[in-house]
């Protein structure tokens, strides 16, 4: 019954994500909607989503309306992702680049990290370690909390299972129980901020060479799509790359 009587709050946050962040929650993903929303209500002791949506737009409500696009946004990630786009990267786009003095790389809804510091490890094993002191990573994501994930840079067996034996012993070090954190090389070229691509135009003031925005664009409506690829036009450098997701 409460799902029938709450419907007018869940259109109300459902619009505000889309209108928010870009999140699209067609109704087949109602119910996934409905799932990530009931752990805020816990979080706040809200009783339903009536309340939720009234308190959306309360003002000095930042940290629930964080707390929501939190837990609405698609974290699911692993390392080495979608091999075969990485290659593709490295074969074409890295050559026209890897001579320059200083390069950088935004990798966009980074989730926890694990996409901006396997593209250090990939230059650092295509090229030479050394050019780690010339590239700048920077990965954004809208969720505070994944963020704070990549700042700490450790991840659990299970997360790191998927990488190579000398891939892993090369550029992580063990820490805690079943535990491994990056490096401190790589660490130093990654640096992670809480951002929202829909809140354009973007505050960079240097542009960029390459922009991985992977496995976030198909969340968007068609409107949206074309609103946040031309906004990262506009901060990559004339002739620089956009590497989307094999989707």
Not at 91 to 108: C, G, M, V, Y
Request: aromatic share 10%; net charge neutral.
């Amino acid at each position: 019954m409460t799902g029938f009587m709450d419907q007018a709050g869940f259109e109300q946050v459902r619009t505000w994500l889309n209108q928010t962040c870009g999140f699209t929650f067609p109704a087949d993903k109602s119910d996934l909607l409905r799932q990530r929303m009931a752990r805020v209500l816990r979080r706040f002791d809200l009783a339903d989503l009536n309340h939720l949506a009234q308190e959306l737009s309360r003002a000095g409500a930042r940290d629930l309306q964080l707390a929501v696009m939190s837990a609405a946004s698609i974290n699911h990630t692993y390392f080495f992702r979608e091999p075969e786009v990485l290659e593709r990267f490295a074969d074409i786009a890295l050559p026209t680049f890897q001579d320059r003095p200083e390069f950088r790389i935004w990798s966009a809804a980074c989730s926890s990290g694990e996409e901006a510091f396997t593209l250090a490890i990939m230059l650092a094993e295509r090229l030479t370690p050394d050019v780690l002191q010339r590239v700048s990573i920077l990965g954004t994501d809208i969720s505070a909390p994944m963020i704070d994930r990549a700042e700490l840079s450790v991840f659990s067996s299970q997360q790191v299972s998927k990488i190579e034996k000398p891939i892993l012993q090369g550029w992580f070090e063990p820490t805690g129980i079943a535990q491994h954190r990056v490096k401190s090389e790589l660490r130093n070229v990654c640096t992670f901020r809480r951002m929202n691509l829909k809140a354009t135009p973007y505050p960079f003031t240097k542009p960029f060479q390459a922009i991985f925005c992977r496995n976030i664009l198909y969340y968007f409506d068609r409107k949206d799509q074309a609103q946040t690829v031309r906004s990262l036009y506009d901060v990559v450098e004339p002739g620089g790359w956009l590497v989307t997701s094999v989707t």
